[in-house]
């Protein structure tokens, strides 16, 4: 069975600096990897996810992850945040055909002035 | 337009009482999940459902139950045996293996 682990529970970031988001997963085989945010008050929304090819996967809002696989790991940055960037951040991991999708635990990110 | 609904957005359990939380989508979309939302605790998958009359048990299905008759519906029956049922529970949709997931508004489930 698929298991995802963010080891941050809490980041705090100032605005301008760079980010970047813990993301291990447990799994045999290539997994489907994602990144979903969720705004205080707001949905879950897709930022960016992996499926194969090449380990570097842009998304939206000026988000980026890479996936290692020797690692196991599927790590989000962004270069530059914005207030608005403060949110849970969550990543998650399918695997197989049966439509599967876990969840982490989640980390809040808070962002300085 | 087209999306997911859940109803009630509060809905309150007494003591040894099975509740019901309603998700309906008009997205077309074959499968649909139940997920629990606790501080701390991320999203933990409760069941998941490939296509209708067929579904699985996600992590933390104990003391829950589900049923899929038709596509659109994904019905979430919360039973007696679920002793800590206090939490947010979000409904979510997908047309295609692993595409983005489409989530209701959630429900907040509180035990009297």
């Known amino acids: 069975a698929q298991s995802v682990t963010q080891p941050d529970i809490h980041i705090t970031v100032s605005e301008g600096a760079s980010l970047e988001l813990r993301c291990n997963y447990s799994?045999?085989?290539?997994?489907?990897l994602f990144w979903y945010v969720q705004s205080p008050g707001q949905g879950l929304q897709l930022l960016l996810k992996y499926f194969s090819g090449d380990t570097l996967v842009q998304g939206i809002k000026g988000f980026e992850a890479e996936f290692k696989r020797s690692q196991s790991s599927f790590n989000l940055r962004k270069p530059s945040v914005h207030w608005s960037d403060a949110a849970e951040y969550f990543c998650a991991v399918g695997a197989g055909d049966d439509y599967k999708l876990s969840f982490g635990a989640g980390t809040t990110v808070t962002v300085r002035a | 337009d087209g999306g997911i609904t859940q109803s009630p957005k509060y809905l309150f359990r007494k003591e040894g009482q099975n509740v019901t939380l309603s998700c309906e989508q008009n997205?077309?979309?074959?499968?649909m999940y139940w997920y629990r939302q606790d501080p701390g605790q991320g999203l933990r998958l409760i069941y998941y459902s490939q296509i209708v009359n067929d579904f699985q048990k996600g992590d933390i299905a104990e003391g829950y139950s589900v049923s899929r008759e038709k596509k659109e519906s994904f019905p979430l029956t919360v039973t007696s045996a679920q002793k800590n049922p206090t939490a947010f529970y979000l409904c979510?949709?997908?047309?295609?293996?692993?595409?983005?997931?489409?989530f209701g508004s959630g429900t907040q489930l509180s035990v009297l």
């Open positions: 979510a949709s997908t047309g295609k293996v692993y595409e983005k997931l489409f």
């Open positions: 997205l077309n979309h074959d499968a």
């Open positions: 799994y045999g085989a290539t997994p489907y």
